[in-house]
């Protein structure tokens, strides 16, 4: 199962999260990040695929955001497993369905492993996601990580995707980086995009410095 990146502009340079991968989307306070995993969720779920979301957040509100964010597009009834958790331990038992396995906040619920802990527990993931077809979304907040737990997440997973926004003289510039993507295929640079709480808008024409 690929999951199709549904944003214009970035399907051209990522077209689809691959079958049995992991993935780190990255950022700091901004709300991008945990829209574009939702809208992964949406689309796999659109195309029949088993969802799992673990959040740290509300069990409630992710179902509200979830149901306004899918608009008008038809989903199957019960198509998503949602978890509400406050740490875990295990990624594994999450990724036995097959399909998407979205992790909001990953870097808070995993806050108390060690880094030889993240290691473990990152390798069992890598290793039943290859053998389900699972792919797996973590979304993780800039700066929780300890620096030698952040090294092993990013090595761990088979892309890394990051959201930055920083104060430019006209104003918030968001950008996109991509440092690592699967076999080893990698975006050095800046992609600009915009975000308006309901789209995330691409534009391959401006340059971020």
């Not at 199709?4 to 780190?24: N, W």
């Not at 430019?168 to 980086?177: D, T």
Request: charged share 30%; net charge negative.
């Amino acid at each position: 199962m690929s999951i199709p990146v549904e944003v214009p502009g970035l399907d051209t340079i990522i077209p689809e999260l691959s079958e049995g991968k992991v993935v780190l989307v990255e950022s700091s306070a901004d709300a991008a990040k945990s829209f574009f995993v939702r809208r992964l969720a949406l689309t796999a779920g659109r195309f029949g695929w088993p969802v799992a979301f673990v959040t740290s957040r509300d069990r409630d509100e992710l179902q509200s955001q979830l149901a306004v964010e899918r608009g008008e597009g038809k989903l199957p009834e019960r198509w998503v497993e949602i978890h509400e958790r406050d740490v875990v331990q295990d990624l594994q038992e999450f990724a036995e369905a097959g399909g998407l396995l979205a992790i909001d906040s990953f870097s808070i619920l995993t806050l108390d492993l060690p880094a030889d802990g993240l290691a473990r527990s990152l390798r069992g993931l890598r290793s039943i996601c290859r053998q389900r077809g699972t792919t797996a979304v973590l979304a993780t907040d800039r700066g929780m990580f300890e620096p030698r737990a952040e090294a092993v997440a990013v090595h761990l997973a088979d892309g890394v995707l990051q959201f930055h926004a920083r104060e430019g003289p006209e104003g918030v510039q968001r950008f996109l980086r991509i440092p690592k993507w699967m076999d080893g295929k990698f975006v050095d640079r800046n992609i600009y995009y915009e975000f308006d709480g309901k789209r995330i808008a691409i534009d391959l024409r401006s340059r971020v410095l």
